[in-house]
């Protein structure tokens, strides 16, 4: 067997093992990834979609709030999957896991290769069933089979950003607790700190300068603008960029701890 | 094992001038260590000795920062990959995965090391067997009792047929049957040929177990040889007296030579050497005025190893 044959072999162990993992944790991911995500769909919508509906005038492009609201709560179920993923791989250096592995002949990063993998395919299984129950609930998009394809394309490629990220943060907390304070800016600060909820321009300045310039937005932005059938603009290159720059820094940002904790 | 047909032609580990310091805290100060093939041999020392540092080292998880050492033939610094492939690592907290079943674990080792499918089965069928997990081995380990955690850390350890065994610590925390368990476990093991480089806090489990015992004090190996020739230059067991006062106490002392006596404790420490025998001879020399508040029989344990190698007590017990 060549050097990739093994290395792939001994990832798609270590992935079948986190999707094991997951199995045994679905009630728990369940609430984490799908509940959660759905009570703020139901509270934005019911809630404050009235006013902030209202509020929305062109940005609304003659549509419902939900129509805004949704590609908003999709991101942030991708987002949601950065404590989970972080939690993993801090129980697993903490634990006497990695020192195992370690002192067997396994793949360097095939470890890290399963959490990342791992995660992208939860994120995608909780963004589908948040998708359907907003399509009960009054979404309804205007995008063509390609629009949907690059949905998910765009969905898949801040799914593995953000997850090489949090597999870095979750390699250098030294606790659970660590890890899991450590993604709640990524999880819940910065969503809100962008077009999310309600259009950047309608932010104060200083914040309006950050939300427009952060991350989030161009994602966000992209997928509005694929499932409601507006212009896309070159908002999706802005978003597939910031994708492989914090996939690229995160991956060696990773790369570097692992090294490191091995000293 | 039989010891005189062993002929330690073959070294499995063999280390110079182990150095490794975090910091200003110096963990490995110069260990030598050479260790044949099928050899059981023990690190015999506290906590904080420098134990499972050197497992690590040798199990190619930290590199020390001086000093050469190579496994089963394998120079640690150059050919880490070609070691792991022939040691097995149970380290001192358990590395068993608590989501997955017994038999998962055992095959997520399997086909970690690429092991063929039907080789895959028969060793885990094999190994859930020898460690009498067959009963649990559909159940996640956070339902076993110590020792069945512990035989299925030990069994991952063995799924690739390791030549050399690292344990740091196999009993500890366990229960007295458990650890009867584990001891025959690791006799099984060396019968069948492996080599074993285990640690222990305990005189007991070294003497029970090992060929060879190396005694480590701060980070170094402060006596090395077999348990009996440690143990003879151990002071024997001893009969120790407390009284209630210092008259009975100089009385006592003046009455049983070549005893060592504590004023502040009101202690005194008489060699014990023949047993009962001896413990009467004691009695009777004392007579019946002396009041003796209390009597203890003293057998050797690690401390008397650090007494009697370094000249201070160990750490946990001098506190």
């Known amino acids: 067997m060549s050097a990739l044959t093994i290395a792939a072999q001994d990832s798609a162990t270590m992935l079948g093992r986190e999707i094991k993992h997951s199995v045994r944790l679905l009630r728990l991911l369940i609430v984490s990834a799908i509940l959660v995500p759905v009570v703020m769909l139901l509270l934005f919508d019911y809630i404050l979609g009235g006013t902030i509906g209202h509020g929305l005038g062109d940005a609304a492009r003659g549509a419902p709030y939900v129509d805004f609201l949704v590609p908003g709560i999709l991101m942030m179920v991708v987002a949601g999957s950065c404590g989970p993923t972080a939690i993993n791989v801090t129980l697993d250096m903490t634990g006497g896991f990695v020192d195992r592995i370690r002192t067997m002949a396994v793949t360097r990063g095939a470890l890290l290769a399963g959490h990342v993998g791992g995660s992208v395919i939860r994120t995608l299984v909780a963004t589908t069933a948040v998708a359907g129950v907003a399509l009960l609930v009054g979404f309804r998009p205007k995008a063509s089979v390609v629009d949907w394809l690059a949905v998910v394309g765009i969905v898949v490629a801040f799914s593995f950003a953000l997850a090489w990220l949090s597999a870095a943060i979750g390699l250098v907390a030294k606790s659970v607790a660590g890890a899991n304070g450590s993604t709640l800016p990524l999880s819940f600060l910065l969503p809100f700190l962008s077009s999310t909820f309600v259009p950047v321009d309608s932010m104060p300045a200083g914040v309006r300068w950050f939300a427009a310039n952060q991350p989030f937005t161009p994602v966000v932005d992209s997928l509005r603008a694929l499932l409601s059938g507006a212009p896309l603009g070159n908002t999706a290159y802005l978003a597939v960029a910031w994708c492989a720059v914090i996939a690229l820094v995160s991956y060696l940002w990773a790369q570097a701890a692992l090294r490191r904790g091995t000293e | 094992m039989n010891a005189s047909t062993k002929h330690e032609t073959r070294t499995s580990v063999s280390a110079s001038g182990l150095r490794k310091a975090y910091g200003e805290k110096v963990v490995l100060d110069g260990v030598d260590l050479s260790i044949g093939e099928g050899e059981v041999f023990a690190l015999l020392g506290p906590n904080g000795a420098g134990k499972t540092t050197t497992v690590k080292v040798l199990s190619t998880l930290i590199p020390a920062d001086a000093g050469t050492a190579s496994v089963m033939g394998h120079d640690l610094r150059g050919e880490a990959g070609a070691v792991r492939a022939v040691i097995g690592v149970t380290g001192q907290f358990l590395a068993v995965d608590n989501l997955l079943t017994g038999q998962e674990n055992l095959v997520l080792m399997g086909r970690l090391l690429h092991l063929a499918a039907t080789e895959l089965r028969a060793r885990t069928a094999q190994l859930l067997q020898v460690f009498d997990l067959v009963d649990v081995a559909g159940r996640t380990p956070t339902t076993y009792s110590g020792g069945e955690k512990r035989r299925l850390d030990i069994a991952m350890t063995l799924m690739g047929r390791p030549k050399l065994i690292f344990l740091d610590e196999p009993t500890t925390g366990l229960d007295p049957r458990s650890r009867q368990t584990m001891w025959q476990v690791i006799r099984d ?84 050497e023949g047993g009962i025998r001896s413990l009467r001879d004691v009695l009777a020399r004392l007579g019946d005025d002396v009041a003796v508040e209390d009597l203890s029989i003293h057998t050797p344990d690690l401390d008397d190893v650090f007494f009697a190698m370094t000249g201070t007590a160990s750490k946990e017990k001098s506190q």
């Open chain 2, 189 to 272: 093991l060396a019968a069948g040929g492996v080599t074993i480089l285990l640690t222990t806090q305990y005189l007991e489990e070294a003497d029970q177990l090992a060929d060879r015992i190396a005694v480590l004090d701060h980070g170094r190996i402060v006596a090395e040889g077999t348990p009996e020739e440690l143990k003879r230059r151990i002071p024997g067991a001893h009969i120790r007296l407390r009284f209630a006062d210092a008259a009975s106490l100089d009385e006592a002392a003046r009455a049983l030579h070549g005893s060592t006596r504590d004023d502040a404790e009101l202690v005194l420490r008489v060699p014990n």
